[in-house]
């Protein structure tokens, strides 16, 4: 089992930035691909970006690409994602989740999931 709790949403204007925070407990963090998703009313869930077991790699949705950086500390057992140049279609509720097999962009390839945290763009 690994549990996860996100932090590190709210509000922020146009061109802004926030620092989302995921940390894990249970399981070896330092075993598991982790990934950031994002879910805004009435949409489906949307890759965001992960990274592997090591932070070796790491992969980002064409949305996201030169704005947003995951990145983790397995000292910390703590996840993050860096958002920079906020955009309002940014706006959702971001969840972090963990793989024990590899990293993907597919929500049915990770295992657990966080509650999520609210991130609101204002234009």
């Known amino acids: 089992q690994v549990q996860l709790v996100e932090s590190g949403g709210g509000l922020v204007q146009t061109g802004g930035s926030l620092r989302l925070s995921c940390a894990a407990s249970?399981?070896?963090?330092?075993?598991?691909?982790m990934g950031w998703f994002r879910q805004a009313p009435g949409k489906e869930r949307e890759f965001v970006a992960t990274?592997?077991?090591?932070?070796?790699?790491?992969y980002y949705g064409d949305s996201v690409k030169g704005r947003f950086t995951i990145s983790r500390d397995n000292s910390k057992n703590t996840l993050y994602l860096q958002m920079n140049n906020l955009k309002p279609e940014d706006t959702a509720v971001y969840y972090c989740?963990?793989?024990?097999?590899?990293?993907?962009?597919?929500?049915?390839?990770?295992?657990?999931w966080g509650q999520g945290t609210q991130v609101t763009v204002a234009s």
């Open positions: 989740a963990a793989s024990i097999s590899f990293t993907s962009t597919m929500t049915n390839m990770y295992n657990y």
């Open positions: 990274i592997s077991w090591n932070g070796g790699i790491t």
């Open positions: 249970g399981r070896t963090f330092s075993s598991v691909a």
